[in-house]
């Protein structure tokens, strides 16, 4: 289940670990879940406080689109365009655009708050098929760090 605090490590096992997480709470809602991410990513170490940040950003994400949403159907994209890594997080549900241009939503405070601490952007739009894409780019640390 969810945890507070993820041990230090590389990017992969925070990702994998996220992925278990998100596998789980959207199943448990009858969604279904696209997660696409390339076979190769860099691995870069990222310390705890980088793992739990991107935790908390991805699992946010989720719970709104879980909450807001009523898409049924999840998609999030891991990408990479040197030096940084990209979290893409739509859902496919109904989208309320005064909620999203005013960004003042306490979900949406968190998600900003926890990117500001990554230092990372995050940005929200419009899905490309409907609802809400949530779009997370951080530079990585350099590999081995």
């Known amino acids: 289940m969810a ?3 993820r041990p230090p490590g590389p990017l992969s096992a925070a990702l994998a670990a996220i992925q278990a997480e998100v596998v ?3 199943a448990s809602v009858g969604w279904l879940l696209d997660w696409q991410q390339p076979d190769s990513l860099p691995e870069p170490l990222l310390d705890q406080a980088q793992v739990l940040q991107l935790s908390r950003i991805v699992r946010e994400a989720v719970s709104n689109a879980l909450r807001h949403s009523g898409g049924g159907a999840l998609r999030i994209r891991i990408g990479h365009v040197a030096p940084e890594l990209t979290v893409e997080i739509t859902d496919f549900g109904h989208i ?3 909620a999203l241009a005013a960004g ?3 979900g949406m405070q968190s998600i900003r708050a926890n990117a500001e601490r990554l230092g990372g952007d995050i940005d929200w739009h419009t899905g490309t098929l409907g ?3 949530v779009l997370l ?3 990585l640390p350099r590999q081995g760090v």
């Open 131 to 133: 609802g809400t894409q």
């Open 96 to 98: 309320d655009r005064a």
């Open 24 to 26: 789980q709470r959207v």
């Open 104 to 106: 003042t939503g306490l």
């Open 3 to 5: 945890q507070a605090r």
């Open 137 to 139: 780019r951080v530079q």
